[in-house]
């Protein structure tokens, strides 16, 4: 149940991503159980201007990036996103958001990620899992 | 089955949005049963440069967008995201990406909205569902 | 896009199992797009004896049965759940339910199959989507 | 975050229910953050007899009934299911399953619950997630 990958290398390969890049994710921790994220805010993040909310949007890919990260954290290679589930459960400012990332399960070819998004008052905003297929042939696997 | 809105309203509308003006959502057409977008693409839409792939969590992005649109055609008043489910079906190249958005079922309270997404060569990339709340208090109700 | 199986070869295969013997799904139709299937009322499937409604959890039931019977009918060998997903659209009566299952992506690890359950009046009552992983290695496969 | 109701009392509700009987959830415990229930099998609760495991819509079924009575364990009134979603994290046998459902956000209107079965030998079999619609207008409300 240990992690085999530093927050720096991890956080690399996330900022080589560009839209990963753009949403801004910072990894936080990588502890045996959860890994931690870190996303400040960006006026794009808008919803409504008359609500001045965050988008859902925003909130469903940030749990997509930040399921993958956390299981990556894990199995250190390329994974396939299967499918993606969010709940959203309350409205949230457009400000700085904690994510907390926990593997559920872990088979020989499929995963399942939860996923917890937080407002910086430490509300629960939105939640939900996401789905992986962990390739195995030479072929799919990471130039590194 | 007739949606009341015009086009040019729903843009405005979506346009009024910073994430959604980010993310280029054009409203193509509203017709009976579907209401299409189209999506050129950006730069930050890429997941990894290895692999040059639009990543899963714009796709995310676009099917919460476009279910909750597709909806606003129909009911025309605001409308509250309770959750979203994606599946991904094939990668996508970063291009025009095609949306489809259909109501599946609107009821009094809730409604439930299916969108595809295909590539410019009509491949299906990714599709989902979103659930959503029609409040019916006036205190809930969009200015306009 | 044809499917190689007969409604009997896919039936007896069904009646095999005793949970989905129990259910009493009976397949009407293979065709090129859709299988259809005809589920007669059973006491049992109630939810509450004040309301007289079909259990959710029945439904549940149908649309993950009915999701991989429509994929074994296409793919003709044993297959795994990977994950369900079951809106509900309207309470039903505990009368003959009609279910159409139609797969959305066969790929060569994973499929995607949607499933949607009408009343007798033919009423839209539930639809839903089974994710399925179809293992290569012969030792899962089925013995026929 | 209290319960106001015995386990006698939700359990004779849930013996009420002709589905909910037949399955034959015993609710084993209502704490403040978990309602623990335990599952003896039945024959017809198998899959395939040549796998001789547990189907996997029994599965489904168990979590919505299980999201429900965890969700009315807290509110008290009757509510309705909105969608459900399950994850089949690992083959099990036909034998005593263990569940544990724990609500995961409560609004006003609109409710999610976790659910996770576990074997009897405490490993995760399934697990997934239930939205409910908490009706406010008296005719709605049970009759109790």
Known sequence: MTFGTSVEEL????DASPFN???GLQ???????????RVPPRPEFMGTKRLGRMHGGVLT?????????????R???SITSVDVR???????EVETLLIEGAVVRLGRKLA???VRILSAA???????????????????????
């Open 11 to 14: 956080q690399a390969r996330l």
């Open 21 to 23: 890049a753009w949403l």
């Open 27 to 37: 990894i936080t921790n990588i502890g045996t159980e959860f890994v931690s994220f």
């Open 61 to 73: 890919a940030l749990i997509d990036a930040a399921a993958g990260y956390t299981l990556m954290a």
């Open 75 to 77: 199995v250190g290679v």
């Open 86 to 92: 969010v709940d959203f459960h309350q409205g949230a």
């Open 112 to 114: 399942c990620v939860d």
């Open 122 to 144: 430490n509300v629960l905003i939105a939640s939900g899992r996401g789905t992986f297929y962990i390739p195995t042939d030479k072929s799919t696997s990471p130039a590194s």
